[in-house]
Nanobody, 124 residues
Framework: QVQLVESGGGMVQAGGSLSLSCTAS?????????MGWFRQAPGKEREFVAY????????TYADSVKGRFTISMDNSKNTVYLQMYSLKPEDAAVYYCAGSRYAVYSDPGDMDYWGEGTLVTVSS
């Protein structure tokens, strides 16, 4: 089994920056070939934000965050990061970390493990 623990959420003003991190641990962590971030705002469905392959530099972003968010991974720490810049009120949501056996993102259903989520609030 794998546990994903997110940290770094909080409140920020619009235009500000925030960083999230998520560390994977557990017996099956070696099976994770990619990690990513999803978010869910109140009354909305969970949506994809960004994804990064565990080996290499392949990353994918949702159009809504491209150019403002940066995802990265530190394999030695089994940790994925999400640097968020120029935050907008519409970025406010609970952000979930996810891990998958797949190195390339295709579908949320491909995620094998999920974190509990961390809240990001953006004030206008």
């Amino acid at each position: 089994q794998v546990q994903l623990v997110e940290s770094g959420g909080g409140m920020v003003q619009a235009g500000g920056s925030l960083s999230l991190s998520c560390t994977a641990s557990g017996y099956n962590v070696v099976n994770i070939n990619g990690m990513g971030w999803f978010r869910q705002a109140p009354g909305k469905e969970r949506e994809f934000v960004a994804y990064h392959s565990a080996m290499g530099t392949l990353s994918t972003y949702a159009d809504s965050v491209k150019g403002r968010f940066t995802i990265s991974m530190d394999n030695s720490k089994n940790t994925v990061y999400l640097q968020m810049y120029s935050l907008k009120p519409e970025d406010a949501a609970v952000y979930y970390c996810a891990g998958s056996r797949y190195a390339v993102y295709s579908d949320p259903g491909d995620m094998d493990y999920w974190g509990e989520g961390t809240l990001v609030t953006v004030s206008s």
